[in-house]
């Protein structure tokens, strides 16, 4: 999946349609492009062992999201309050993403 372009983009609130974190919804930290996966806020916890990097530091079992596949994510629409797809429509010269059920601009 060499560099795919993808509709989402960080900071979306997106919704989990399939896999165990099912109906949960949360907002992207980062998108991997290279592997086409999404680490969502809070969703997909896994526990991880832990390092310790400095003296500070608290190694150990600590909990972090794990990617998911892009496909399993959707974007939420602010007007319709459900998941959507994305559609595009030009405003001018500007290219904007919009909700297919609803028009409102995402």
């Given at each position: 999946m060499a560099n795919a372009k993808y509709k989402l983009r960080k900071e979306d609130l997106v919704q989990v349609i399939a896999g165990k974190d099912k109906g949960k919804q949360g907002k992207i930290l980062k998108i991997d492009?290279?592997?086409?996966?999404?680490?969502?806020?809070?969703?997909n916890m896994v526990k991880k062992a832990m390092k310790k990097k400095s003296q500070t530091d608290r190694g150990g079992i600590v909990e972090?999201?794990?990617?998911l596949?892009?496909?399993n994510v959707m974007i939420i629409c602010k007007k319709c309050n459900k998941p959507v797809r994305i559609g595009y429509k030009f405003e001018g010269e500007i290219k904007k993403r919009v909700c297919r059920k609803c028009g409102e601009v995402l």
């Open positions: 492009h290279e592997k086409g996966r999404v680490i969502i806020a809070g969703i972090v999201e794990a990617p596949h892009i496909s």
